[in-house]
């Protein structure tokens, strides 16, 4: 992915905790990609957070369900 | 996605992904070359990821399976999606991190892993004291008396090296398995390679470290058991996670082991079961053999009524330094014997250390002579009996034999007689009351295996 790309992710997460997918309807919505950017955007999140720009954690909603949460540092 | 339980907590009450998801993910664990908690965790995130995506596709007018199909189709190829991921986790920060994070710990577990092996080591002295004392004293007793060289070993400051070597293997191999586990898991690599690196590199480390760094007192069993030290920092590296043993299994055959080794080692301080010690001999017979060996150093320069010239004056022994001590046989200060002015006649009168090995005399009777592979002492020391440290009939030496395998010496004092021809002035039985003078080598393995014998 181009410093772009990653500046995008970036962008679209903000200052919010989000989802993998929460990120890609974020990052599809202004960029009007014909093909949504789903194959690259994992390993682009979890390289941000190999690096350090991003940190990852597990989080429980009220429905009982476990999801992986991106925020930044 | 094979080890169920490291993966992230998921909701038990969800409804089943379709079977392409279900196989879809299969694919992609199977691509994943990383730890086992990591690929757990990407199979999680994935999954909630199909959900979301199946329900807005699900949203857009598809039905259930079609749905299934969009969403893989969307996220691609699953064996490419894996490479990427793989690559992704592999960072330089976090090989780093992982190395440097299996140090510390690896670090904290030696520690604690020596406390645990003094621990061990002192339990097994403990029981090895009680059993070879009561149950097995018989045997050991028979075992020790007929093998001098076994005694020997056991014995004396390499015996201590040997217990700390036999705790420092505790210490290794608890410190491979915790950096190996925690290098695994901050640096998202494979165990297989994590093991093979931390064995490699532990082992060297440690064999370097254990050949040419450690000095300490030696024999063939604390170079035996300071070499084992690497061997059990390997074994825990590469068993670290899937031990080939079942632990309580292994912990059996370790404390088997110790307790043998202890075992032994303790028989040697079990006094006789019955009768006098086989290596005590104090006969006319044995006595007089022993004289004619010490002959072979130099002939007996006597004085009256059989009694040498010099008498004893202490020996003293330590890990590598034997001292040696005699008197003049009736001196007296101010009024000089016989003794003092006969000894004028001799010049360069010398301490001589000789190598000594054990002389069987009869069956039953052994005595300590100058080791007959020799034909020379090991080294010589001028004696100066006028030097007056105590009064003007003494004579003392230190010997450094602290590299030199032989641990066993016998001193003689000798000198050249009024006729030219060297003497022996001194009857070193008597000074030692039948034992030789003993010292352990001190120094590396590297030291030890390269010594003169």
């Known amino acids: 992915m181009s410093a772009e790309s990653l500046a995008a992710v970036m962008a679209a997460i903000g200052s919010d905790r989000l989802s993998g997918y929460e990120v890609m309807v974020r990052l599809a919505k202004p960029l009007a990609a014909p093909e949504p950017p789903e194959p690259a955007l994992y390993p682009t999140l979890h390289r941000l957070e190999a690096v350090g720009r991003l940190r990852a954690g597990w989080s429980t909603d009220p429905s009982g369900r476990t999801r992986r949460l991106y925020r930044k540092p | 996605m094979s080890e169920p339980d490291a993966n992230p907590s998921s909701s038990p009450d969800e409804t089943p992904l379709p079977a392409e998801i279900d196989e879809y993910l299969r694919r992609l664990g199977a691509g994943l070359d990383l730890p086992v908690h990591v690929r757990a965790e990407i199979a999680s995130e994935m999954e909630d990821h199909f959900r979301d995506s199946i329900a807005t596709i699900e949203s857009e007018g598809l039905d259930g399976d079609r749905a299934a199909r969009e969403a893989i189709a969307r996220l691609g190829n699953p064996t490419e999606l894996a490479a990427e991921l793989t690559s992704a986790h592999r960072t330089t920060r976090r090989l780093l991190a992982g190395a440097a994070g299996g140090v510390f710990h690896a670090t904290l577990g030696a520690a604690g892993g020596l406390l645990l092996g003094i621990a061990i080591v002192a339990a097994a002295l403990c029981a090895s004291a009680v059993v070879t004392g009561t149950l097995l004293r ?28 036999w705790a420092c293997c505790v210490a290794a191999f608890v410190a491979a398995r915790r950096g190996v586990a925690i290098s695994t898991r901050i640096s998202r690599r494979t165990p297989a390679a994590v093991r093979r690196i931390w064995a490699t590199a532990g082992f060297a480390t440690l064999f370097v470290a254990a050949v040419f760094v450690v000095s300490a007192p030696q ?15 390997a074994t825990g590296a590469l068993t670290s ?33 019955s009768g006098p ?39 003293l022994w330590g ?9 003049i046989w009736d001196f007296v200060p101010g009024n000089p014997g016989t003794a003092a002015q006969a000894l004028s006649l001799f010049r360069d009168v010398r301490f001589e250390a000789w190598r000594a090995v054990h002389f069987d005399a009869s069956p039953d009777i ?53 006729d030219g021809r060297r003497y022996r002035l001194n009857e070193p039985e008597f000074n030692m009351g039948g034992g030789p003078l003993e010292s352990s080598f001190t120094g590396t393995i590297w030291q030890w295996l390269t010594a003169a014998t």
Request: proline content about 10%; aromatic content about 10%; charged content about 15%.
């Open chain 2, 319 to 327: 890990s590598g330094v034997i001292t040696q001590a005699v008197n």
């Open chain 2, 277 to 315: 010690p086989p290596d005590v001999a104090d006969t006319p017979q044995a006595h007089a053999a022993q004289l004619r060996e010490f002959d072979r150093v130099a002939p007996a320069w006597t004085y009256i009524d059989g009694h040498p010239l010099l008498a004893e004056g202490g020996g």
């Open chain 2, 241 to 273: 996670s899937t031990p080939r043993v079942s632990l309580p299994r292994r912990k059996v055959i370790v404390a088997i082991g110790v307790l043998a080794i202890l075992s032994a080692s303790f028989a040697r301080n079990v006094p006789a079961w």
């Open chain 2, 219 to 233: 024999n063939l069993l604390s170079v035996l058991s300071l070499l084992a030290v690497p061997f059990a920092f």
């Open chain 2, 138 to 165: 018989p045997p050991t007793e028979f075992v020790f008396a007929g093998l001098p060289a076994l005694r020997a070993a056991l014995a004396g400051l390499p015996m201590v090296t040997a217990l700390l070597a």
């Open chain 2, 366 to 418: 052994a005595e300590w002579i100058p080791d007959p592979a020799h034909s020379a002492p090991y080294a010589t020391v001028p004696a100066d009996f006028n030097a007056g440290e105590i009064n003007a009939g003494y004579a003392r030496v230190e010997f450094d034999v602290s590299h030199v395998r032989t641990t066993e010496w016998i001193v003689f004092v000798t000198g050249i007689g009024p």
